[in-house]
């Protein structure tokens, strides 16, 4: 076995892994590490600020099912990396983020920008570790990647001391990562079958990570098979093809008020792989905690989340694609007593999705609306946080599993990483970030980063002055008080200009459509901004409306 020092063992087990690329922001603290990369053939892709390196990460694990991975140094460079580690937190989404830590030697004397990483990242990691020695490298890696991957998917941090990642040593390669999978059982499904065959009113509810295009498949089988109505939770719309029959919207923010009440008159719920947070379920007001009205079946990857908040009748241990295989291998039969049920709920989906026209010369439901007709059904639309992305949302159709990324967190700023990331897995494919001024400009800067990579992405930011979802509840709240929720910005399309990328502005709704053709044939990054009115504060109320009560 050759000596290698700690940084080349590390390279070297994430080559084993088949980590394609990894997004850093360099730091001394980890400068083995990047030397262990010079010559791996790993993609490292440079960004501007940690946390849009560990945002690219995150969107890199969602889209792919396996772990993102992001290096950060120590101290400043950990704390802005949190906003990544928290999103693949509540997303369910694999993810190791490295951390340069200081020597072994120098630490509990609060070093130059020293952290305790155990007790910072805690509460928003799956796993949190410092690796003690380089001989116990390879066990920290094999651990991290398989505690990442299995059970409820998530982030795992691990501080490496620089003294650790340069010291050598002859040690052999631990192999890549069998992540355990919880499996369903025939029973489980039979006794979803037995549950339907008593029930006059289901609901199914889909989200949460471990998914693949597969168990989407299974999943739009099982519901045709059974006419059942199928849910997407809070950001999980493309799940089921939006096309489908059987799709009838999404519960969580800003959803149809007749989908939430529909789901408060359920007599039987199938929630699989969500977890029925504070979005999804109206701030908890849709089902009774902790025991439902609604008989509850829940069906999770990680154990500890059955029961933690919910009652259900029957709680199964399991992934989401093994359970939904067993399901689709059912068979079905459509003389069901919820047939009105579903049609209802169908029909009340597809008006909620007719657009609603809002003041302003630039209409963002005209605009949502023209993407879905020109976009190809493969097209990735990444977005961030604020109420521009309630019109995305309630107006655009996905059409294919892991077409919409989107952070369950509510974390501003994601949409431009992550489509960043997007557009460098799947070049082949159209990639956009939709975006509000106030969430471009938490991670605009990487902007470069798309540059430099040659990441042809466009880029849409809604400009309409002001933090627009924290104005609607301040208007609704404090009406006409109006307290730091105003914005002076940039000339976007400037911006744009000088980082290199095709950049220009639309003020009327006609000028879309052309100027988005532009921006796709660029051949580059492109940013198209878009002037649009305050007053169309939401897809469904106005600020003169919530002033009004």
Known sequence: MPRRHGGQI?????????VPRVFCVPGESYLAALDGLYKSGIEVVVCRQEGGAAMMAEAQGKLTGRPGICFVTRGPGATNAASGVHVAFQDSTP???????????????EAFQEVDYRRMYAPLAKWVEEVSSVER????????????????????????PED?????????????????????????AGAILDALEQAQQPMVLVGGGGWSAEAGRDLAAFAAAHDLPVAGTFRCQDYLHNASPNYVGYAGLGNDPRLAQRIRDADLLLVIGARIGEATSNGYGLIDIPQPRQRLIHSHPGAS???????????INASSPSLLARLAALSGHNDRPWAAWRAEAREDALAWATPRETPGRVKLEQVIAHLGKVLPADAILANGAG????????????????????????SMGYGLPAAIAAKLQHPERTVICLAGDGCFQMTGQELATAMQVGAAIVVIVANNGIYGTIRMH????????????SLVNPDFAAL???HGAHGETVEDTAGFPAALQRALAAGKAALIELKTDPEAISPATTISALRRG
Request: net charge positive; no cysteine; proline share 7%.
């Open 10 to 18: 590390l390279a070297d087990h994430l080559k084993t892994e088949g």
């Open 95 to 109: 993810m190791i983020l490295f951390v340069g830590q200081v020597a072994r030697g120098m630490q509990d004397r």
């Open 137 to 160: 490298l390879p066990e920290y890696l094999s651990r991290a990647f398989h505690i990442a991957q299995s059970g409820r998917p998530g982030p795992v941090v691990l501080a490496l």
């Open 164 to 188: 650790v990642l340069s010291a050598e040593a002859e040690l052999a390669d631990a192999k890549a990562s069998i992540p355990g999978e919880p499996k369903a059982s025939p029973e489980d």
């Open 305 to 315: 989340e059955l029961g933690r908040v919910y009652r259900p009748d029957l709680a």
């Open 387 to 410: 109420n521009y992305a309630a019109f995305l949302h309630r107006y655009f159709r996905y059409r294919g599993y892991r077409t919409q990324l989107a952070p369950t967190s509510g």
């Open 474 to 485: 301040q208007e609704r709240e404090y009406p006409g008080r109006v307290s730091g929720t």
């Open 496 to 498: 744009a200009r000088a």
